[in-house]
């Protein structure tokens, strides 16, 4: 099983930044997947979660209306958009894959740092 991040960087206050997690080892279309952060200093929150087929989404209140989680399960891949990016959004972007009770998977987590 693997859950691999890219996209992460460096980006200014204002900019846009796309997160993906490549998925394999296992039916990712059965899997509810979410993206959490995790700042230094700070516990590891959610920032965004989508069900298995993409019908349902969730938000944390602190990235409602910038950041959008997407899913294409031909490709195996979830997607974070973040628009409008803060400084308080620098943080280890984690990919996080679970099917009921049963199965949890985690990226490595990839970087994002806003900053001027």
């Known amino acids: 099983v693997q859950l691999v991040e890219s996209g992460g960087g460096l980006v200014q206050p204002g900019g846009s930044l796309r997160l993906s997690c490549a998925a394999s080892?296992?039916?990712?279309?059965?899997?509810?997947m979410s993206w959490y952060r995790q700042a230094p200093g700070k516990e590891r929150e959610l920032v965004a979660g989508?069900?298995?087929?993409?019908?349902?989404?969730n938000y944390a209140d602190s990235v409602k209306g910038r950041f959008t989680i997407s899913r294409d399960n031909a490709k195996n891949t979830v997607y974070l958009q973040m628009n409008s990016l803060k400084a308080e959004d620098t943080a280890v972007y984690y990919c996080?894959?679970?099917?009921?009770?049963?199965?949890?998977?985690w990226g490595q987590g990839t970087q994002v740092t806003v900053s001027s």
């Open positions: 080892g296992f039916t990712f279309s059965r899997y509810t």
């Open positions: 996080r894959a679970r099917y009921l009770t049963w199965d949890d998977y």
């Open positions: 989508i069900s298995s087929t993409g019908g349902s989404t």
